[in-house]
């Protein structure tokens, strides 16, 4: 088999374009810290892997090695799924859309579903989001909300 390395973006995911680079994260207004107050700061970078193929994310803050989101969409879809694993070794596969600057992502599981929603700004270098939980899938309550400002 002759090994070939995508050498040009996946015209699936084109629309991601924005968010390739260095980003800054600061999570607050935390439902999981003892201080709901404080602030988590973290850096983020977004990547296209295999010459296109993909696009990665990596995550992490001066505590724990961090995150990695795999991000790929079927062609014939207009939605992404997105493969997470984390430090803590969590693995989970969320949806995911975006267009019109709104980003979204959401889980529907058994005791625990997520979504997220994100306001990307006009020139592309800030994106204000929050993340909520439900325990049944019916009743959310705010998790954390997350800004990224790109570097």
Do not use: C
Not at 10 to 19: Q, S
Not at 45 to 54: I, Q, R, Y
Not at 76 to 88: A, C, L, P
Not at 116 to 128: A, R
């Amino acid at each position: 088999m002759n090994e070939k390395n995508v050498s040009e973006l996946n015209p699936a995911l084109k629309d991601l374009e924005v968010l390739q680079g260095e980003w800054e994260m600061e999570l607050s207004n935390t439902s999981f810290l003892p201080d709901p107050s404080a602030t988590i700061k973290g850096n983020v970078s977004f990547d296209w892997l295999e010459g296109g193929a993909f696009l990665i994310m990596r995550m992490g803050d001066i505590r724990s090695q961090g995150a990695i989101w795999l991000i790929n969409r079927d062609e014939s879809s207009s939605d992404y799924k997105v493969f997470y694993y984390d430090d803590r070794k969590v693995s989970r596969i969320y949806e995911m859309s975006f267009s019109d600057n709104v980003w979204k992502l959401w889980r529907h599981s058994p005791n625990f579903s997520q979504r997220f929603e994100g306001q990307i700004s006009n020139d592309g270098n800030k994106i204000l989001a929050k993340w909520e939980k439900s325990g049944d899938g019916r009743k959310w309550e705010h998790d954390f909300d997350v800004a990224y400002t790109r570097k």
